[in-house]
């Protein structure tokens, strides 16, 4: 399945249904007065985020949506039928944004989260809604209101619990590879990943931990404005708790330093808190690497301010188990610290109240 995770749609909602003129007729009944009923609702449009999705694809070449329009009233003052709403399923983690893509209309962070964008229009009043003590027989029925329509843009944000980050061929593809069922394209050529991957990374058997980590394309200096691949798919980690940070050792201990500071750069520029975020740094491809040189890279980075410093392979596996606990740690850190922030700002504020 290709992975697409940015795509303008357009929607619209279900016009209401007419009202009718209609007279009740009856043999025994001279003067049977208007009966005629309302239209029925349009449909909405409902967005609906929903478990198993994890890309846009289906929106490629189905980019119309419309709502059915409500039933027309019918005569014995009978309503119309309501349409049933429109429910577009989208992937958690995708962000619904207006025509210009600066506002956020809507986030659908979690699988069940449900939002209706466009209401349906009303039905229209039959001439039985306008019997009075005056206007005994009134021919006279509204049509339904119409529908809303917008063209949006769906933009999908992966759901992950640790990205990582670095340069091209820095080894994300393949610790991924190594650490977990997914299988990412992996060569020895820049710019490999052209679109990000997950996997399920299980810590102590299937009884154990377990965590998801987002592979992102490799950063460049520059990437800011455009270059190599830019930075449109840094928004994936936006929402990731950690980030793991993968440097070449193969580039020496000046060439470690230079990588780590120019994605750091980019992640700054970037913004949206991610230079913020709990990083862990890890020294890629110690199977290449003398004990002499690992050391030099490590303490290198140590010096330029680089923290939690592990040194890896994913060849021959040194390291992976301690750096995946600590990312694993970190995660859960992030967890109850957000869990706690709601409950401190309660009991925070209960006094000022009581007052």
């Not at 009202?19 to 009740?24: I, K, L, N, P």
């Not at 997914?182 to 965590?211: C, M, N, Q, S």
């Not at 939690?308 to 990312?327: N, P, Q």
């Amino acid at each position: 399945m290709k992975f697409l995770d940015q795509v303008k749609i357009y929607v619209r909602s279900g016009g209401g249904g007419d009202g009718v003129v209609a007279f009740r007729r009856e043999k025994f009944l001279e003067f049977g007065g208007p009966d005629g009923g309302d239209g029925g609702k349009g449909g909405d449009i409902v967005f609906e985020a929903e478990e198993g999705l994890n890309t846009l694809i289906d929106f490629r070449y189905h980019q119309h949506f419309r709502a059915k329009k409500g039933g027309n009233g019918a005569g014995a003052n009978r309503t119309g039928r309501s349409a049933p709403d429109l429910v577009i399923r989208l992937p958690p983690g995708t962000e619904i944004l207006d025509e210009d893509g600066t506002a956020l209309l809507a986030d659908l962070r979690e699988a069940g989260s449900r939002v209706s964008l466009l209401p349906g229009g009303d039905g229209g009043f039959g001439n039985s809604h306008f019997r009075s003590a005056t206007n005994r027989a009134p021919r006279r029925a509204t049509k339904g209101f119409p529908g809303q329509e917008r063209w949006v843009w769906l933009r999908l944000k992966l759901i992950a619990d640790v990205g990582l980050v670095g340069l091209p061929n820095a080894g994300k593809s393949t610790l991924l590879a190594a650490v977990s069922r997914a299988k990412p394209k992996i060569a020895d050529y820049p710019f490999t990943t052209l679109h990000p991957a997950l996997g399920v990374v299980e810590i102590g058997g299937g009884a154990g931990e377990r965590f998801v980590l987002a592979d992102i394309p490799g950063l460049i200096r520059g990437a800011h404005v455009g270059a190599g691949l830019g930075t449109r798919f840094l928004g994936h980690v936006e929402r990731a708790k950690v980030l793991v940070h993968l440097v070449d050792g193969t580039a020496g201990a000046r060439g470690a330093v230079e990588a780590w500071r120019a994605v750091r750069a980019e992640l700054a520029a970037y913004g949206a808190g991610l230079a913020e975020k709990p990083e862990i740094v890890a020294l890629t491809k110690a199977d290449l690497l003398d004990g002499r040189k690992a050391a030099a890279g490590r303490r290198a980075l140590e010096r330029a301010g680089a923290g939690c410093l592990f040194v890896i392979s994913a060849l021959s596996g040194a390291g992976i188990a301690e750096l995946l606990a600590a990312a694993a740690a970190a995660a859960r850190a992030v967890t109850a610290e957000a869990a706690a922030a709601p409950a401190a700002e309660a009991a925070g504020t209960k006094p000022a109240t009581a007052a």
